[in-house]
């Protein structure tokens, strides 16, 4: 079975520092999906970015940076110079591909406060 | 816009009564999703649908029903049989391949009480 693991249950900064969340998955299968999500306090989730399993190059998309290691079965996220606009809960998900349908196993998430 | 749409964002309801969450997209996606978050946990499946007619059942499908009648709507009748009902409901669409991105509703906050 598919498993995520996101340790960081809450972290703090101050706004400008950088801060990373980790991500841990466990699959058995060789192709797969790893996907973050951002949940405002509004609730709704927001697509941040997808990487497949065959693609370990790291991603860079302004502030946001995501490092995907197979080694270590991990897919961290890094904020450069936090805002506090970025205080929200980030979710960390896996998908299987295949004939099963496009089923997401979330992490539990990590809840990130930016303060001033 | 296209987008997906979730109504109502809060709702209240009497233990013992069935509700039915509504979940509406125009994003042309075959495939969607009902999922449940509770405090401080992630978002487990309840029931996803790859095609009209028909779904499946995801990890804690007991005391819910969908019906997937249109392409564009999935709703989720959470019944007196669900035993912690309250929660944050989130529905989401995707295309039918595995490799894409679901986008999610604005979610129901349900009460029961």
């Known amino acids: 079975a598919q498993k995520v693991t996101q340790a960081q249950t809450e972290i703090s900064v101050v706004e400008k520092e950088d801060v990373t969340l980790d991500c841990v998955y466990e699959?058995?299968?060789?192709?797969?999906?790893l996907f973050w999500y951002k949940q405002p306090p509004s609730g709704e989730l927001v697509f941040l970015i997808r990487?497949?399993?065959?693609?370990?190059q790291n991603e860079i998309s302004g502030r946001y940076s995501w490092n995907f290691q197979k080694s270590t079965s991990s897919f961290n996220f890094t904020i450069t110079a936090s805002q506090v606009v970025d205080s929200a809960v980030y979710f960390c998900?896996?998908?299987?591909?295949?004939?099963?349908?496009?089923?997401?196993?979330f992490g539990t998430g990590t809840q990130l406060k930016v303060e001033l | 816009d296209g987008g997906i749409t979730q109504s109502p964002k809060y709702l209240f309801r009497k233990e013992g009564q069935n509700v039915t969450l509504s979940c509406e997209q125009n994003?042309?996606?075959?495939?969607m999703y009902w999922y449940r978050q509770d405090p401080g946990q992630g978002l487990r499946l309840i029931y996803y649908?790859?095609?009209?007619?028909?779904?499946q059942k995801g990890d804690i499908a007991e005391g819910y029903s969908v019906s997937r009648e249109k392409k564009e709507s999935f709703p989720l009748t959470v019944t007196s049989a669900q035993k912690n009902p309250t929660a944050f409901y989130l529905c989401?669409?995707?295309?039918?391949?595995?490799?894409?991105?679901?986008?999610f509703g604005p979610g129901t906050r349900l009460t029961v009480t």
């Open positions: 994003l042309n996606h075959d495939a």
């Open positions: 989401a669409s995707s295309s039918r391949d595995g490799s894409y991105e679901q986008y």
């Open positions: 649908s790859q095609i009209v007619n028909d779904f």
């Open positions: 998900a896996l998908s299987e591909a295949g004939g099963g349908g496009n089923k997401l196993t």
């Open positions: 990487r497949n399993s065959f693609d370990e």
């Open positions: 699959t058995r299968d060789t192709t797969y999906y």
